[in-house]
């Protein structure tokens, strides 16, 4: 069974949200996203890209421009895990309401 990939929000200094995408926790564990989008853009960091779900950059376009309209806006929609405490590599998975 293929691991199910990590999506993360994390507010910054100079971009504010960033939402990151990444293929696996070890990925995250190694600091490897594969799609970002911010409100100045979005990014493919993957040497892989050929190989992205596409549904990853349409989602992270869709974020960049939600956050570009309102850097306050709401990406929950597509984060799949969250920071256990602030600025900590922890991260517990985010319970789909039923």
Excluded at 7 to 26: E, F, H, I, K, Q
Excluded at 53 to 65: F, G, N, S
Excluded at 67 to 73: G, K, N, Q, S, V
Aim: proline share 7%.
């Amino acid at each position: 069974m293929a691991e199910q990939p990590v999506v993360v929000a994390t507010p910054t200094v100079l971009d504010g949200t960033v939402v990151r995408w990444y293929r696996s926790m070890a990925a995250y564990a190694h600091h490897q996203p594969s799609v970002s989008a911010s409100r100045a853009r979005v990014s493919v960091h993957d040497d892989e890209y050929q190989t992205l779900p596409p549904e990853w950059v349409a989602l992270a376009t869709d974020v960049h421009r939600r956050l570009a309209r309102d850097p306050r806006a709401g990406v929950s929609h597509v984060v799949t895990h969250q920071h256990r405490r602030a600025l900590g590599d922890q991260l517990t998975p985010i319970q789909a309401e039923v």
